[in-house]
């Protein structure tokens, strides 16, 4: 049975959702309401920069380039590498861009089912088998 999932949002946390569940043998798709990915990095004031330093603000298997030696990158460099992480681990190709999520619905066991479980997915472990 194909594992499939969907992530609202292509934004930091969406996009480490998606590498994550990828990883994990999911199918994921990311459902993202603007034309780019960025989150809230996109529509800014102009001189909005991180407020903390970058080495604290940054991908764990992604450093910043070594190019950007400002300890507060403002917010098209945060942009360019947010970008750079996506397009280095392939993660435009199934974003569904300008595709709004208005609701969701749930499928599956009901609370009382759930409820008897010792653990919500049977072992503890996030995404295992």
């Known amino acids: 049975m194909e ?6 949002g292509a934004g930091i946390s969406g ?15 990311v459902f993202e309401a603007r034309s780019s990915i960025g989150g809230v990095w996109i529509k800014t004031i102009e001189t909005t920069k991180i407020q903390t ?21 403002n917010h098209h460099q945060v942009l360019d590498y ?4 996506a397009h280095h ?5 199934h974003i569904k861009f300008n595709t709004k999520v208005v609701g969701i619905d749930y499928e599956g066991a009901s609370d009382e089912e759930i409820g008897s479980w010792s653990s919500w997915n049977g072992n503890g472990t996030p995404f295992s088998s």
Not at 15 to 29: D, N
Not at 53 to 73: H, L, M, T, V
């Open 3 to 8: 594992k499939k999932i969907t992530i609202s």
């Open 15 to 29: 996009l480490l959702t998606y590498k994550y569940v990828l990883s994990k043998g999911f199918h994921p798709i």
């Open 53 to 73: 330093p970058k080495p604290a603000y940054q991908f764990s298997d992604f450093p910043w380039p070594s190019s950007f030696i400002e300890d507060f990158p």
């Open 82 to 85: 947010i970008q750079s992480y």
């Open 89 to 93: 681990f392939d993660l435009l190709k």
